[in-house]
């Protein structure tokens, strides 16, 4: 097992159909350690996914980018903190009180249900948007980390401007692409190599993978380059 590395990797299942997800997943298990689950997986198969991933030994990433008045992101986030998901999006744009109620949702979820607190993410910029302003980037962490949110999504450009802001925070970096590879709808994007270099601490990767003719192939490949 490629342990220190695959603990680092989160597998993006975006799929409409749970069985194909699972099936993906599970033959790349040796590879990832995290599976994603999405708006598009989450939509159409619901909790029951989380459930089905975790028994399958992934730690799971629920991914729904929370946005939403206080009220309704702490009942939303309880819901989610109580399925027992190691990461949990919240959109940074949302403010310090929701986000803060976010957290507590989370929280209060996963202690009644006997689960680990789930780390909760403040999503920055998405990947598809164009170039940030820095002061904006900034302002978006600098809430995040006044509301207690233990990490962030950005992109691997970004990092250099959110690590000086909160070097404690962890890092989740979506955006991946091969080497030479095409970056699709991803305007936020960068290599493995060059994520982790900028201080990645977890990246998120999909369409590399998973529309390849042979994920399994192409993943081993991609562990290989890391280990070289």
């Known amino acids: 097992m490629h342990a220190p590395t695959r603990e680092r990797f989160a597998l993006a299942l975006d799929r409409d159909d749970a069985v194909a997800a699972l099936r993906l997943a599970s033959g790349l298990r040796e590879y990832f350690a995290i599976a994603k689950v999405g708006l598009e997986l989450f939509t159409a198969a619901g909790p029951s996914v989380v459930f089905a991933l975790r028994e399958a030994g992934f730690r799971v990433f629920i ?3 929370l946005h939403d008045i206080p009220t309704t992101v702490y009942r939303s986030a309880r819901v989610l903190g109580s399925l027992g998901p190691a990461f949990v999006t919240m959109h940074a744009v949302g403010g310090v009180e929701m986000l803060r109620m976010g957290v507590q949702g989370l929280m209060e979820g996963a202690t009644n249900a006997g689960e680990d607190m789930p780390i909760a993410l403040a999503v920055t910029v998405l990947t598809s948007e164009p170039t940030e302003e820095e002061g904006r980037l900034e302002t978006r962490i600098s ?13 691997a450009e970004d990092l250099s401007v959110t690590k000086r802001v909160a070097p404690r925070m962890i890092s989740m970096v979506p955006g ?7 970056a699709h709808d991803q305007a936020r994007s960068a290599t493995v ?3 982790f270099a900028a201080g990645a601490d977890y990246l998120v990767i999909g369409r590399m993978i998973t529309e390849a003719a042979d994920p399994i192939a192409v993943a081993a490949s991609l562990l290989a380059g890391l280990e070289g």
């Open 193 to 195: 190599k060059e994520a």
């Open 63 to 65: 991914d729904l980018k």
């Open 143 to 155: 809430t995040a980390l006044a509301a207690g949110v233990q990490g962030y999504v950005a992109g």
């Open 176 to 182: 991946i692409r091969a080497e030479g590879g095409p």
